[in-house]
């Protein structure tokens, strides 16, 4: 069930607001991103996730896809789907055919997917790392760091896309050794919701057992 939470969450500690001096090169640019976002009513993306730890000689790749409207998602990966209203949040896991219902109360600390765009903003400090190319575009790459120095993980490599101000891919760093790089493949602004998107609807899965954790 928590399998998700690595994904997209970015499960990192937040603290009191950044007070360290940050990049202004950096900030611009993460605001311009963040607006981006923040304007489309929904949207949808395709992505890989890649897991990977060089000491464990580990690197696993899972896919997926999100669609996201304000404080609410609807996550599919790897055999399970989580929908999230804002106040209630079923876990399905496909294999065994059940849902588990439970209140949707955020860990301290938790970032889930609807906020991945604003993560910068409360807690980090952020830095300018250079220009790249990634799939033939240019991308500003910038680095985010927890101010809380027993977070697990260290650093967030974002790379935004020069021309568009879209995130492209970004990388978690955690202090175990884990490394998780998420690759967007297709997007999708302003992608059509309506009242049944962030909801769990039984009829659409035929003889599913229920589980309510509320």
Do not use: C, H
Request: hydrophobic share 35%; proline share 3%; no cysteine.
């Amino acid at each position: 069930m928590k399998k998700y939470f690595a994904l997209l969450a970015l499960s990192v500690s937040l603290t009191s607001v950044a007070t360290a001096q940050q990049d202004p090169k950096a900030g611009k640019i993460l605001d311009q991103m963040s607006a981006k976002y923040q304007a489309m009513k929904a949207f949808k993306a395709t992505f890989t996730q890649t897991l990977e730890n060089d000491a464990a000689k580990v690197k696993e790749n899972l896919s997926g896809d999100i669609t996201v409207s304000g404080q609410k998602f609807r996550l599919k990966m790897s055999g399970q789907e989580v929908i999230n209203n804002g106040k209630t949040m079923w876990t399905y896991m496909k294999s065994e055919n059940e849902v588990n219902i439970s209140d949707y109360e955020p860990e301290e600390g938790e970032v889930s997917p609807s906020q991945i765009y604003t993560l910068y903003k409360k807690g980090y400090k952020y830095a300018y790392v250079q220009e790249a190319k990634e799939g033939g575009e240019v991308v500003d790459v910038i680095d985010l760091s927890p101010e809380d120095r027993n977070n697990p993980v260290y650093k967030v490599r974002l790379k935004v896309g020069r021309n568009d101000k879209a995130v492209k891919s970004w990388q978690m760093f955690k202090k175990n050794g884990n490394r998780y790089t998420y690759r967007i493949s297709k997007f999708q602004p302003n992608a059509p919701v309506d009242a049944t998107t962030f909801n769990f609807d039984k009829a659409k899965y035929k003889g599913v057992k229920v589980i309510d954790l509320r």
